[in-house]
């Protein structure tokens, strides 16, 4: 069992930075592919971006390209997402996931996450 915790949410203006992070809670954190994943009211939750057990591979959706940044630290469990120059349509709750595939495959489908935290909100105003 993992249980994911993000922090760091919160209010922001548009062009400002913000970073959340997850914790996890497992022994074998380096064999789970992290991703984030938003998900904005009365919309189904969008993929943001994806690393690799060793934080060698990483690769996001083309809305955060250039501006978010995914990084892991596999001896402290976490994984964080530096999100900068934040556009009012970043304005979601952000969920940490964990995805258990062997091959380490970096995945996008939010189907293939197994564990997922309970969000935090991150909104941005303009």
């Known amino acids: 069992q993992v249980q994911l915790v993000e922090s760091g949410g919160g209010l922001v203006q548009a062009g400002d930075s913000l970073r959340v992070s997850c914790a996890a809670s497992v022994r074998t954190f380096s064999r789970y592919v992290m991703g984030w994943v938003r998900q904005t009211p009365g919309k189904e939750r969008e993929f943001v971006a994806v690393i690799s057990w060793t934080g060698t591979n990483t690769y996001y959706a083309d809305s955060v390209k250039g501006r978010f940044t995914i990084s892991r630290d596999n001896a402290k469990n976490t994984v964080t997402l530096q999100m900068n120059s934040l556009k009012p349509e970043d304005t979601a709750v952000y969920y940490c996931?964990?995805?258990?595939?062997?091959?380490?495959?970096?995945?996008?489908?939010?189907?293939?996450?197994?564990?997922w935290g309970h969000g935090t909100q991150v909104t941005v105003s303009s």
């Open positions: 996931a964990a995805d258990s595939n062997v091959l380490g495959v970096l995945r996008q489908d939010q189907d293939d996450y197994d564990y």
